[in-house]
């Protein structure tokens, strides 16, 4: 089966990271890399800044772009109507967004937010009963369990096929791009040439850009196996909400359990601080050892937490994250998958509020990754006490 490429770009933002420039490098590789395979279909929706932007086709090997004449504005509405008039219905298909990304709170886009929900709203109403077949984001942060949990539709009562994506190939860290280093598209175009599945090609991906290519380890997502990984963090949530707040200010009064807890979820942190890494928060928690200072409600939430911390293990390796790309001198262990939980410490102190952290607040985004129908709980309410705690430590001196 043939593959339609769907890119839509962004540089029109005031950070200054994704340019004009930017933009032009990546057309002009675009460009290289269809003249080489000539038989890719290829449509491109670019927003630069301080101009209407453009579109772009590849016809007969050669890329062809055409300015608009006014410019949409870069966010859900344009994404639908991009998506709308360009998805294939009998080819796979094949999204990648390139620009500014902010893990839970998605996409950002002409100083404004495309969180999860409105990302895979939009894909639905552009792509109908079909799914994306592959969605890749050269974005930072974006391998989240948030992203996922809303292009699985997990917390809608609809039928499967209502699934917004079936794989992604996304990052957990801070994105790195350059004129000097566009996406390596003539790679990913002699991917496609062959029938390989939207999983091969996944696969395929991840190992190209999961080096130094843009400073962050890149992973593949399987979207169907969300559920499993859900059940675990909810479980998680539950044992953390049931026997107290570890995340408190003052550690010495956190009982055994609790600084047990508080340690797993700091030494899970990634290079965003208010993003925790689920691999390693799993084996953190299955290794926790009991402690003859535990009460007898504490053991049995200390083994409630060690067995959900096996069964997240397991729910994420060889299922969920079907393939974590190569670290290459990444500093940080990633293990494929992030998830939204802030620092307390920085509560008191708004100048150190983590970037996630404040763009996750700043959007109001639901955060449905930890199922708030099992456990009664979700990680709102944990946020919401680490919150209360630290106001209460700040006027207590």
Not at 193 to 221: C, I, M, N, R, Y
Not at 248 to 256: K, Y
């Amino acid at each position: 089966m043939a593959w339609n490429v769907l890119i839509y770009m962004v540089a029109d933002d005031a950070f200054g990271v994704f340019t004009n420039d930017s933009i032009e490098a990546e057309l002009a590789a675009m460009e290289n890399a269809v003249d080489q395979h000539p038989e890719t279909t290829v449509i491109v929706r670019a927003d630069t800044r301080d101009s209407t932007g453009f579109r772009a086709r590849a016809i007969h090997g050669r890329l062809k772009r055409h300015n608009l004449e006014v410019e949409p504005v870069a966010g859900r509405n344009d994404i639908e109507n991009f998506l709308s008039e360009r998805v294939s219905k009998t080819d796979q298909n094949l999204v990648l967004f390139w620009g500014h990304g902010f893990g839970p709170a998605g996409l950002h886009y002409e100083r404004q937010f495309v969180d999860p929900i409105k990302l895979s709203g939009a894909i639905r109403d552009a792509f109908g009963d079909r799914a994306i077949d592959l969605l890749v984001l050269m974005s930072c942060h974006m391998s989240t369990i948030e992203l996922a949990c809303e292009l699985a539709a997990r917390s809608l009562p609809l039928p499967e096929r209502t699934r917004a994506a079936n794989f992604i190939v996304a990052s957990q860290g801070l994105v790195q791009p350059s004129p000097e280093q566009p996406f390596p598209y003539a790679d990913l175009f002699g991917m496609l040439k062959t029938t390989a599945t939207p999983k091969e090609v996944g696969q395929a991906l991840v190992d190209k850009l999961g080096t130094d290519l843009f400073k962050a380890p890149f992973s593949l997502l399987d979207v169907s196996a969300t559920t499993g990984v859900v059940d675990a963090l909810s479980d998680i949530a539950h044992v953390l909400t049931e026997r107290g707040n570890p995340f408190q200010t003052n550690h010495a009064h956190l009982s055994p359990l609790l600084l047990d807890l508080h340690n797993a979820f700091e030494e899970a942190r990634t290079d965003e601080f208010a993003l925790v890494d689920l691999g390693r928060l799993g084996r953190r928690l299955a290794a926790m050892e009991p402690s003859a200072k535990d009460d007898a409600e504490d053991a049995k939430s200390r083994e409630e937490a060690r067995d959900a911390g096996r069964r997240l293990v397991n729910a994420l390796k060889d299922h969920f994250v079907v393939q974590p790309g190569p670290e290459g001198t990444h500093p940080r262990k990633f293990t494929g998958v992030s998830a939204f939980c802030p620092p307390h410490h920085e509560e008191t102190d708004p100048s150190r509020l983590s970037t996630i952290r404040r763009v996750v607040l700043k959007a109001d985004y639901r955060k449905l990754s930890l199922s708030q129908s099992i456990s009664g709980h979700s990680w709102q309410e944990v946020v919401d006490l680490t919150n209360r705690d630290a106001v209460l430590a700040s006027h207590q001196g």
